[in-house]
């Protein structure tokens, strides 16, 4: 089956800095979302974006699907920023699930 | 305000006592799906519904059941819960394939 890795696992920075969150897949895809899952567990929509670049403040994404990959990029972190990165996919063959990444985990301490 | 809403947020339950997490969405959504979120196992789906009266298993259906009567819910029951189904669980909509998935609070079940 495909395999969605995502790097790093984990990533513990200071506020105010910037960082750089990778999803690796290994099939073509439909379409790529990124989430963001806070430390109360709930899974929050950050981008959309089967392909090319979408900017959202502070946070921005790029997916290159010829290359199987995508970024999300977080500048000026701040602590609420914390918790889980997740990307999902959809399978061109078998659209009827989205398939996580393993996740990042990123800290920002004050 | 376009959602998905799961109830309960929080259930603490006794092996054996059926159960059932319910899910609604307001977005006239034809897909929805369930999935559980455990650790270093990931999100994996449980079911999944592309409209009404059509439902299919997902990687991990052993143990649960769904219904998709309406378009609007798609409950999960468990008809006899065990502890190995202590989990944090999703309920997701989204309008059909290639398209984005809007998924609900989370509610995180523990049974004892």
């Known amino acids: 089956g495909i395999q969605v890795e995502q790097s790093p696992p984990d990533l513990i920075l200071q506020e105010g800095a910037n960082s750089t969150l990778r999803c690796n897949f290994s099939d073509s895809v439909n379409n790529l979302q990124w989430f963001h899952q806070n430390p109360w567990g709930q899974l929050i929509n950050l981008f959309y974006?089967?392909?090319g670049t979408k900017q959202n403040g502070r946070l921005s994404a790029t997916t290159v699907a010829t290359e199987r990959y995508s970024l999300l990029y977080i500048s000026s972190s701040q602590t609420t920023d914390s918790g889980v990165y997740f990307c999902a996919v959809e399978l061109y063959s078998s659209a009827s699930k989205i398939i996580f990444g393993s996740g990042t985990r990123l800290s920002i301490r004050p | 305000e376009a959602q998905v809403t799961q109830n309960p947020r929080y259930l603490i339950t006794v092996t054996g006592k059926k159960l059932t997490v319910t899910c609604s969405q307001n977005?006239?959504?034809?897909?929805m799906s369930w999935y559980r979120q455990d650790p270093g196992l990931g999100l994996r789906q449980i079911y999944y519904s592309m409209n009404v009266e059509v439902t299919d298993k997902g990687d991990v259906p052993e143990g649960y059941k769904v219904s998709r009567k309406e378009k609007r819910n798609f409950p999960l029951i468990l008809e006899s819960p065990s502890p190995n189904q202590t989990s944090l669980y999703f309920c997701?909509?989204?309008?059909?394939?290639?398209?984005?998935?809007?998924f609900g609070q989370g509610t995180r079940l523990t049974v004892v």
């Open positions: 997701a909509s989204r309008t059909g394939v290639n398209t984005e998935a809007f």
């Open positions: 977005m006239n959504h034809e897909y």
């Open positions: 974006i089967p392909s």
